[in-house]
C-alpha cells in the first residue's frame, strides 16, 4: 500500500483537471480498501475513492482528505460467471472475455474508460449494453454497517446511469463486480441500438459475429473521440458530460413546441421509450441544436471537434474553465428548449 502527501490528482483523470490530495492511498487488496476506509471513517476524515478518474471532475483546490485509489486486480472466469476486482481496467476486461474467451454481455461496451468497480455505480452503458443487464451481483463494503456485503442485481436499483452506490456515494465502496456472460457460439448478443446496427449491416435484434461488434464500437467510439489516446485532446474528457434527458409526457410536448418554434414544425428531435408516461431525448442534438457546435470554445476548455457531449481539456484548462463551458451551455439549451441537462461525471469540491 503506497501513500502520498500533497498528491496531485489531475494526472489520475481523464480530464487531467484537478488540484492535489491531502493523502492519496493506493489499495492493491480489497482488505487494505476496508482497511483505509475504515480508518478514514473512524477519524471522521473526508474520503474520496478513485477508480480509473473516467467520470470525475475534481476542483481546482483539490480534496483536503484522503484520496483512497483503488488498485486491486482480479479476473476470475468460473463457465459464464465472471468476478472482476474493482480495480480492474474495464476495457482490458472487455477485451479478455471477447476475444479470449468469446463471451457475449458486455461487448459494446468495448473501449469504455475507467475501473470494473466504477461500472454499477454508473450503471455504465453505451449502444444498447448497460451493465445492469448482466450483474448478478456487487460486492460491497458497506460503510454504515462497517462490514462487507453482498448486494444482489435486484437490490441495486439499477436505472438510466444510476444505481443504489450512485444514490448512496458515502455509503457503499464496491470491492468486487460480478457478471452472467453468454456463450453464444462466437456470436455477439442481440443488436439493440440503431447507430450499431446501421455500422454493421444488421436490423435490430440481430446477432453479428463477437469480435465484429467489439471492432464496430471502438471505431464507433474512435470517431466521436470515447477512446483514450494521450495524443488526441478530444479524449481529455469525461466522456459524455450531460445524461440524456428523460422527459415527462407534459414536459416532453412543452419541449416540442419549443423545437417547432425554434427550429420548424417539420424537425423531429430525437424520442426514445423510457418507460411509462416518459420520454428520452438526445443531450448531444439538444446542445447543438442550442448553437454550441463541435470545437465550440475559445478557451482551453472546449467542445471535442468529434462530438458535442464531450467537454475537453485543450491543455491547459482548470476546473473553473470547464464548469465555465458546460454552465454556458447548460444555460443555453434551457433558454432554448426549455430543459435542464444534468450532469453525468462526478463533481468533487465544485458543482453546476
Same mark, same amino acid.
Given at each position: 500500500?503506497? $501513500?502520498?502527501?500533497?498528491a ?8 487531467r ?15 487494505e ?7 478514514a ?5 473526508p474520503l474520496?475513492v478513485l ?5 470525475l471532475?475534481i476542483?481546482d ?11 486491486t ?13 474493482a480495480g480492474?481496467?474495464?476495457?482490458d476486461?472487455?477485451?479478455?472475455a ?12 468495448a ?8 461500472? =454499477? ?7 444498447g449494453?448497460?451493465?445492469s443487464?448482466?450483474i ?9 454497517a462497517g ?5 444482489? @442485481? $435486484? ?13 448512496e =456515494? ?15 457460439d ?9 447507430e450499431?446496427?446501421?455500422t454493421?449491416g444488421?436490423?435490430?435484434?440481430e ?5 465484429? @461488434? ?9 470517431g466521436? *473521440?470515447?477512446?483514450?489516446?494521450p495524443?488526441d485532446?478530444?479524449t481529455?474528457?469525461? *466522456?459524455?458530460?450531460?445524461t440524456n =434527458? ?7 410536448a ?13 424537425v423531429?428531435?430525437?424520442?426514445? $421509450?423510457a418507460g ?5 431525448? /438526445? ?11 463541435k470545437?465550440?470554445?475559445? *478557451?482551453?476548455?472546449?467542445?471535442s471537434?468529434?462530438?458535442?457531449? @464531450?467537454?475537453t481539456n ?11 463551458? @458546460? ?6 439549451v ?8 444534468v450532469? $453525468?461525471?462526478?463533481?468533487v469540491?465544485? /458543482?453546476?
Amino acid at each position: 500500500m503506497q $501513500e502520498l502527501h500533497d498528491a496531485p490528482l489531475a494526472p489520475l483523470t481523464t480530464l487531467r483537471i484537478g488540484g492535489p490530495a491531502g493523502r492519496l492511498v493506493t489499495a492493491t487488496t480489497d482488505d487494505e480498501v476496508v482497511a483505509v476506509v475504515r480508518a478514514a471513517d473512524q477519524a471522521g476524515e473526508p474520503l474520496l475513492v478513485l477508480g480509473g478518474g473516467s467520470n470525475l471532475v475534481i476542483g481546482d483546490a483539490g480534496f483536503p482528505g484522503t484520496v483512497l485509489r483503488i488498485a486491486t486486480k482480479g479476473f476470475a472466469l468460473d463457465g459464464t460467471t465472471l468476478e472482476l476486482a474493482a480495480g480492474e481496467v474495464w476495457s482490458d476486461a472487455v477485451d479478455t472475455a471477447v476475444l479470449e474467451h468469446g463471451l457475449a454481455g458486455i461487448e459494446f461496451l468495448a473501449g469504455i474508460p475507467g475501473s470494473a468497480g466504477a461500472t =454499477p455505480v454508473q450503471n455504465v452503458g453505451a449502444y444498447g449494453q448497460e451493465v445492469s443487464q448482466t450483474i448478478t451481483e456487487v460486492v460491497a463494503y458497506d460503510r454504515r454497517a462497517g462490514e462487507t456485503v453482498t448486494v444482489s @442485481a $435486484e437490490d441495486c436499483a439499477f436505472a438510466y446511469r444510476h444505481s443504489r452506490f450512485k444514490a448512496e =456515494p458515502d455509503r457503499w465502496v464496491v470491492l468486487r463486480v460480478r457478471f452472467a456472460l453468454e456463450d453464444a457460439d462466437g456470436m455477439s448478443t442481440p443488436v439493440r441500438y440503431a447507430e450499431a446496427a446501421r455500422t454493421m449491416g444488421v436490423g435490430p435484434g440481430e446477432r453479428v459475429e463477437l469480435r465484429a @461488434a467489439r471492432e464496430a464500437v471502438l471505431k464507433l467510439r474512435s470517431g466521436k *473521440g470515447m477512446v483514450l489516446d494521450p495524443e488526441d485532446h478530444d479524449t481529455w474528457s469525461a *466522456g459524455s458530460f450531460f445524461t440524456n =434527458p428523460i422527459l415527462t409526457e407534459a414536459e416532453h410536448a412543452a419541449f416540442l413546441a419549443r423545437v417547432a418554434e425554434r427550429l420548424g414544425a417539420d424537425v423531429q428531435a430525437p424520442a426514445y $421509450e423510457a418507460g411509462a408516461g416518459h420520454k428520452k431525448t /438526445s443531450a448531444a442534438w439538444l446542445i447543438d441544436k442550442a448553437g454550441f457546435t463541435k470545437g465550440y470554445g475559445a *478557451g482551453p476548455a472546449r467542445l471535442s471537434t468529434k462530438h458535442t457531449l @464531450a467537454l475537453t481539456n485543450r491543455g491547459t484548462a482548470t476546473a473553473a474553465d470547464l464548469l465555465a463551458l @458546460a454552465r454556458e451551455i447548460q444555460t443555453g439549451v434551457a433558454d432554448a428548449f426549455g430543459v435542464t441537462l444534468v450532469n $453525468e461525471p462526478v463533481m468533487v469540491g465544485v /458543482s453546476l
